[in-house]
C-alpha cells in the first residue's frame, strides 16, 4: 500500500539558509501535520491542514511556513535557518481532522545545520 | 506543563506480555489517550487510542482506569521487532485547536 512519502530525505544547509521540506500524503488523505523532532526528544507538533486550509498550530516558529496544494502535498518553508533547527522532520496524514483519523507518518527527512 | 508520565525505559522477555504504563493524572474528560511507538529513527507508528472504554485491536490493548488518571498499553505476545520507543499521547482542545501532546516516551526493550 502507498505510504507517505517525503523529499529530501536528507537535507544539509548553512545557517541563515532556505530549506523547503516537501510531503506526499497517502491517497484520499486529507490531513497533512508536520512535526519535528531533535536528538533524543519527542515528536513536537508543527501545524496541521485540512482540505488546504490551516487546520491546527502547534509550536511552528515564526520563521516557518507551510501550505497544501490542491494535489493536497504539502511543503514546510524555513527560513534563516538556525543551528537549532537540526533535526527530523516528520510529515503524517490521515482521513479527517483534528487527529481523530489514525496519523500514518513518512520516513522523515534530516536537516542539518551548519 | 508535561500531560503524560512515562517509566524511560523497560525490558520485557520475548513471548511475554508487555505493560507499559501511562500516567496521566491532569486528563480532562474529552481528552482522548493515543499510543504510537517509534522504532529506531523511523517514522513513528499508530498503535491504538481511547477514551473511557479499555480497547483491544490486532497490535495491542489499551487498558483505562476508571478515574482515567493512568493506563496500559498490553502488548500480549511481544517479540525482538516490538523493541521501541512507546509513546503515551494526550489529544487536547486549547481555544479550538486540537493537538497531540507527547509524553517523553518508554523505551522497551524485548529481550531473547
Known amino acids: 500500500a502507498a505510504g507517505v512519502i517525503q523529499s529530501p530525505r536528507h537535507l544539509i544547509k548553512e545557517k541563515r539558509e532556505t530549506a523547503t521540506l516537501k510531503c506526499y500524503p497517502i491517497?484520499?488523505?486529507?490531513?497533512v501535520y508536520w512535526y519535528q523532532q531533535g536528538p533524543g526528544q519527542d515528536p513536537q507538533f508543527l501545524i496541521s491542514f485540512y482540505e488546504k486550509m490551516q487546520s491546527d498550530k502547534g509550536s511552528i516558529p515564526d520563521r516557518f511556513s507551510a501550505q497544501q496544494f490542491s494535489d493536497y502535498h504539502s511543503e514546510l518553508n524555513m527560513s534563516s535557518l538556525e543551528l537549532g533547527d537540526s533535526a527530523l522532520y516528520f510529515c503524517?496524514?490521515?482521513?479527517?481532522?483534528?487527529?481523530?483519523?489514525?496519523?500514518?507518518f513518512g520516513p522523515g527527512t534530516r536537516l542539518t545545520v551548519l | 506543563d508535561a500531560k503524560t508520565t512515562q517509566p524511560p525505559s523497560m525490558d520485557c522477555a520475548e513471548g511475554r506480555a508487555a505493560n507499559l504504563p501511562c500516567n496521566h493524572s491532569t486528563i480532562s474528560g474529552n481528552e482522548y489517550v493515543y499510543w504510537y511507538r517509534q522504532i529506531h529513527s523511523q517514522g513513528p507508528q499508530y498503535i491504538i487510542h481511547?477514551?473511557?472504554?479499555?480497547e483491544t485491536n490486532e497490535m495491542a490493548s489499551l487498558i483505562i482506569t476508571e478515574d482515567r488518571k493512568s493506563s496500559t498499553l498490553i502488548l500480549p505476545h511481544a517479540t525482538l521487532r516490538d523493541t521501541a520507543v512507546y509513546y503515551c499521547?494526550?489529544?487536547?482542545?486549547?481555544?479550538?485547536?486540537?493537538?497531540?501532546?507527547w509524553g517523553a516516551g518508554t523505551k522497551l526493550i524485548i529481550k531473547p
Open positions: 499521547i494526550v489529544r487536547v482542545e486549547m481555544d479550538s485547536n486540537y493537538q497531540l501532546i
Open positions: 491517497p484520499r488523505h486529507d490531513t
Open positions: 503524517a496524514s490521515s482521513l479527517g481532522q483534528g487527529f481523530f483519523g489514525t496519523q500514518y
Open positions: 481511547g477514551l473511557k472504554n479499555n
